[in-house]
């Protein structure tokens, strides 16, 4: 009665951890034991690993049967891990090559008829199997066009454990294996929402404008139907296309949450997430009961978050914002580990001015109704915030005017704004102005004339603005100098960064 290893991969959050299989049997009653910390679907991979082997025509000896999954100290979720405990159960009786079982990952389901069935998070797992130095990969073949996003490993898809024994009998005769991958599906294009669509709005049509050069964070309040919701969705189309690393770890999230779109490629355009404001902790910033699963800030990673109806949101689900967009990345504790979910996004609110909306003056709200209402976004969370809009209704004027600039016109101001925060900031941890940190922007080379500071100092010394707010008016007046083509912001564009961070109408911070 032998003993093999087998290479599996186990999921943390959006991060994969490799895993030996190890199996063996010795003598006593037939029984099979899993150890090392498996959840139920994991413990449950013997139950479904023997028939499918069984109707492989292969029979296991009977015995005691032990298989580790090591580290026995770190949680295994999923059904993931099945195909590598097949392969370390068949490799224990050579009827697998032992030695190139333990140097290939093997990922997926297994079914009792011995189909190997695709499971959620293969671009994480992958990646982690080609950081730890393999190169060798089976994956179902559903999921082969996911793994080979991964450079740097080899993948083999198959479909059945028939296959693995074919795959494994090639490669130990020295031949190549085969298994091409299957033909992508054809995609439609992504059609973005084009900003000459909506109607007016200068203002606030400016204001998204600099958010997207900038990476700022946005608030827009205004009554129904003045167009909160469209200036919203249009910001991804301004923002320029994600960078590789950046484009893996977005689709490293929608692969976890089996969210992949068609074609299996990279998710190379920012996202846009808006939960409903009913959504749970757990929905909005990440977490659960069992596997800690990505929540819509991980979605939105690198992208927009959209809360429309912001106030109606819980209280602690919008609290819960802070920490990530200050780290851009959520920490989620459990007894056992701590798991950690990019979380780097652009959070656009949206709100009414009263509970009844309050359109063209009509609103019926008691004073202290409407004086309540948008405190319930709080001052913390505000202050994180840079750029404050009132979005006004439309007007007839609006109607009669011309149709605004098209998405791809603006577009072209933010990217060029974009390569000069790009060539400013070559060399440090941040890319973009809303990232810069306020040490850098108030003393050095980036620090700015007094005279050209002195809204700013003035408003710090009445206590109308906090030291986050004066960094985050800092971060806005350098994009706004972006956008103008000049080298350092002057008075006018921190005075404009001020005037934008206290909006009339809405609540200042």
Known sequence: MGFAQARGVTLSGVEGRVVTVEAQCSSGLPVFVVSGLADSACRQAPDRVRPAIRNLGVTLPQGRWTVNLSPAGLPKVGSGLDL??????????????????SRTVHIGEVGLEGEVRPVTGVLPMVAAAAQAGFEEVVVPVQAAREAALVTGVRVHPVRTLRDVQRTY????????????????????????PDLRDVVGQAVARSALEVAAAGGHNLLLV????????????????????????????????????GLLPGGDALVTTPQFVAPHHSASMAAVIGGGSGAV????????????????????????VLDGLRQPLESGEVVIARADR???????????????????GGGNGRCICPPARRA?????????????????????????????????????????????????????????????????????????????????????????????????????????????????GVERPRYPHVRHALHMREAEGVKAA
């Open 84 to 101: 590598a405990v097949a392969a370390a159960l068949l490799a224990s009786e050579d009827h697998l090559d032992p030695d190139l079982v």
């Open 169 to 192: 009998e090639a490669r130990a005769a020295g031949l190549d294996p085969g298994g091409q991958l299957p033909e992508p599906a054809p995609v439609e294009p992504a059609r973005l």
């Open 222 to 257: 205004g009554p129904p139907g003045a167009g909160k919701t469209m200036l919203a969705e249009r910001l991804p189309g301004l923002l320029p296309s994600l960078a590789q690393d950046d484009a893996l770890a977005v689709t490293s999230v929608h692969s976890v949450l």
């Open 293 to 316: 699963r990505p929540g819509a800030v991980s979605r939105a990673h690198r992208g927009v978050l959209f809360l429309d109806e912001a106030p109606e949101f819980r209280r602690d």
């Open 338 to 356: 701590h798991v950690r979910l990019p979380a780097r996004f652009q959070l656009v609110l949206a709100a009414n001015p009263c509970p009844c």
């Open 372 to 484: 309540g209402y948008l405190s319930r976004l709080s001052g913390p969370l505000l202050d994180r915030v840079d750029i404050k809009v009132a979005v006004q209704p439309v007007a007839r004027a609006d109607l009669a005017g011309g149709p605004g600039e098209h998405t791809e016109v603006v577009a072209a101001r933010v990217r060029r704004a974009r390569e000069r925060q790009a060539r400013r900031w070559r060399g440090q941890p941040w890319g973009v102005n809303a990232q810069a940190p306020g040490s850098a922007l108030r003393q050095g080379p980036w620090q700015l004339a007094a005279a050209d500071r002195r809204p700013l100092d003035d408003a710090l010394d009445r206590g109308t603005l906090t030291l986050r707010g004066l960094d985050r008016c800092l971060r806005v007046a350098w994009t706004l100098a972006d956008l103008e």
